[in-house]
């Protein structure tokens, strides 16, 4: 079974501060096929990154992600008000699976 | 805009059935394969199915098969999740969403554009 763990669970953080999220896979992703959402209560989840670190359509350039194999990284540079929310790693090399979430909220 | 809207959650009894529908709008879903998603209450998401974009190749995750059937409707570009055999853990808020596309024959991808959900229920 393939399983993405996300870390830490909640990060409490100010508006200005970076933010740096974790997601472990049990088992090597194949051809980095990873992807990250931001999820906000009520709303459609948005697709940020795909392919592990390419930016989706739309999406600022303080968001990035990076890793390969079975670590990877979102690391939002700047938080902005508006990005105070759920985010989840999803990978589709295998089947496909989500992470259980970070939730970023304000300190 | 391109956009989904989900439909027909509610509250249903264990072994019930249940049809979800999802309209899309902004877009054609012939062009895409097209997936559900789920989310239980205090759980994270769970893929559910996928259809390929003519509707000939569909996935289902293992909890789930033989009890629900994806399909779609390329002409009225709608989706749909017929659920039957219901059980008190599939009760979730059931999202459709659009798979990117893709050069290759990909059974799994990752979504580009997510409605905001339906809830269901399965209670006595």
């Known amino acids: 079974e393939f399983v993405l763990t996300q870390s830490p669970g909640t990060l409490s953080l100010s508006p200005g501060e970076r933010a740096t999220l974790s997601c472990r896979a049990s088992q090597t992703v194949s051809s980095n096929y990873l992807a990250w959402y931001q999820h906000k209560p009520g709303q459609a989840p948005r697709v940020l990154i795909y392919g592990a670190s390419t930016r989706a359509t739309g999406i600022p350039d303080r968001f990035s992600g990076s890793g390969s194999g079975t670590d990877f990284t979102l690391s939002i540079s700047r938080l902005e008000p508006e990005d105070f929310a759920l985010y989840f790693c999803q990978q589709y090399g295998s089947s496909l699976t989500f992470g259980g979430g970070t939730k970023v909220e304000i300190k | 805009e391109e956009r989904l809207v989900e439909s027909g959650g509610g509250l249903v009894q264990p072994g019930g059935s249940l049809r979800l529908s999802c309209a899309a709008s902004g877009f054609s879903i012939s062009r895409h394969w097209m997936t559900w998603v789920r989310q239980a209450p205090g759980k994270g998401l769970e893929w559910v199915a996928n259809i390929k974009e003519d509707g000939t190749d569909k996935y289902y995750v293992d909890s789930v098969r033989g009890r629900f059937t994806i399909s779609k409707n390329n002409g009225r570009g709608s989706l749909y999740l017929q659920m039957s055999g219901l059980r008190g853990d599939d009760t979730a808020i059931y999202y459709c969403?659009?798979?990117?596309?893709?050069?290759?024959?990909?059974?799994?991808?990752?979504?580009?554009?997510w409605g905001k959900g339906t809830t269901v229920t399965v209670s006595s």
């Open positions: 969403a659009r798979e990117a596309a893709r050069e290759a024959y990909q059974p799994y991808y990752y979504m580009d554009v």
